[in-house]
C-alpha cells in the first residue's frame, strides 16, 4: 500500500514538471515516475516492455524490464540498443532490478547539448539512456549502479536515425554524466560506442566553425543594457543640442539679413567713382514755379 502512494504523490508532483523541463535530469525522474506508475507485478521477468508517456513528451521512446540480480549477472541482457555481457554488477540490488531504457529523439535531446559543454561539436544521434532502478524488497525507486564485468556495455546507434553524417568526419562517443561532464572516447566500429557503466550516450561531430557557446549572466545583460541606454540618451541630447543651436544661429542670420534689407532700403547705395556712398531717396519738397500776371 505504501509503494502504491509513493507511485501516485511521485506522479502527481511531476504533472506540471513535464511542461517546463528545462534540465536533463529532470527529463529522468519524469520518465521514471511515469515508468513506475505503469509498472505492475504482471511483468513478466526479461520482457520488454514499453512505456506510455503522454503527449507533451512526445518524441520519447522508453522500455523497462526485469532481471532478477543473479541472472543479470550471470546471463547478460539485450534491451535494443544495449547489450549487457556477462559478468555485469548491479550495485546494491536487493533481489530485482528495473533497467530502464530511453531513447530521447532528436527534440529532447537538445536538453543535453543545452545543459552540457559542448562547444565545438555537434549531436548527430539522439540520447541513448540506460538506468537501473531497485524493485521489490524493502526499498523501491532507488537508483542502482551498473558496472560492466571483463566485457563492456556496448551500444548500437546503426539502427537510430543519424543526421549530418558526412563523408570523411568520424563520430566520437559521448557520455554524459550527472556532474555535468561530458567524457569523448573513439568509436568500437563504425556507430558503435562501448561504456563501463550506465548513464547516458550520443553520438558527436567536431564542428569547429560553429561559434562557442557562451552563457551570459543577468547582471551583465543588465550593466550593458543600462550602460547601452545611458549613452544612447546622452547621443540623444547632444544631436538635440546641435539641431538646436544651428535653428538658433540660422534665425539670428536671418535677422541680421532682414535688418541689412530694411536699412538699405532706408539708405540707398549709390556708386561714386569707385566708393559706394549712401543717398537719402528723394523726399524733398520740389520747388514750385509762381507765375505773375499783369492785371490791366
Given amino acids: 500500500?505504501?509503494?502504491?502512494i509513493s507511485i501516485i504523490l511521485l506522479?502527481?508532483?511531476t504533472l506540471t514538471?513535464?511542461?517546463?523541463?528545462?534540465?536533463?535530469?529532470l527529463i529522468d525522474l519524469v520518465i521514471r515516475d511515469y515508468t513506475f506508475r505503469s509498472y505492475s507485478k504482471n511483468f513478466r521477468t526479461g520482457k520488454?516492455?514499453?512505456i506510455n508517456l503522454p503527449s507533451n513528451l512526445s518524441g520519447i521512446n522508453v522500455d523497462t524490464v526485469r532481471f532478477r540480480c543473479g541472472s543479470l549477472h550471470r546471463y547478460g541482457a539485450k534491451i535494443k540498443e544495449f547489450h549487457l555481457n556477462t559478468g555485469l554488477h548491479v550495485h546494491l540490488c536487493t533481489k530485482r532490478v528495473l533497467l530502464l531504457r530511453q531513447n530521447l529523439g532528436p527534440n529532447w535531446s537538445s536538453l543535453y547539448y543545452d545543459n552540457y559543454e559542448l562547444s565545438g561539436y555537434q549531436l548527430i544521434s539522439p540520447v541513448l539512456g540506460l538506468l537501473a532502478y531497485n524493485i521489490g524488497?524493502?526499498?523501491?525507486?532507488?537508483e542502482l549502479a551498473i558496472q560492466s564485468g571483463k566485457k563492456p556495455i556496448v551500444?548500437?546507434?546503426?539502427t537510430t536515425e543519424l543526421t549530418n553524417t558526412s563523408?570523411?568526419?568520424?563520430?566520437?562517443?559521448a557520455r554524459f554524466d550527472q556532474d555535468g561532464k561530458v567524457s569523448l572516447s573513439n568509436q568500437a566500429r563504425r556507430d558503435v560506442c562501448v561504456a563501463t557503466r550506465d548513464g547516458h550516450f550520443g553520438l558527436v561531430v567536431e564542428s569547429p566553425l560553429l561559434p562557442l557557446k557562451r552563457k551570459v549572466s543577468k547582471w551583465k545583460l543588465a550593466v550593458g543594457g543600462a550602460i547601452g541606454g545611458a549613452l544612447g540618451g546622452l547621443l540623444l541630447s547632444l544631436l538635440m543640442i546641435a539641431v538646436f543651436v544651428k535653428a538658433k544661429k540660422k534665425r539670428k542670420r536671418m535677422e541680421e539679413l532682414e535688418r541689412m534689407v530694411y536699412e538699405e532700403e532706408?539708405?540707398?547705395?549709390?556708386?561714386v567713382g569707385h566708393v559706394r556712398a549712401l543717398t537719402a531717396s528723394a523726399t524733398r519738397t520740389l520747388p514750385t514755379i509762381e507765375h505773375h500776371h499783369q492785371y490791366n
Wanted: charged content about 10%; glycine content about 8%.
Fill in 137 to 142: 524488497g524493502n526499498v523501491s525507486l532507488s
Fill in 266 to 271: 532706408a539708405l540707398q547705395v549709390s556708386m
Fill in 1 to 4: 500500500m505504501g509503494f502504491i
Fill in 155 to 158: 551500444i548500437d546507434f546503426s
Fill in 11 to 13: 506522479s502527481l508532483a
Fill in 167 to 173: 563523408s570523411g568526419i568520424i563520430p566520437l562517443c
Fill in 48 to 50: 520488454l516492455h514499453r
Fill in 17 to 25: 514538471q513535464a511542461q517546463q523541463i528545462k534540465s536533463a535530469r
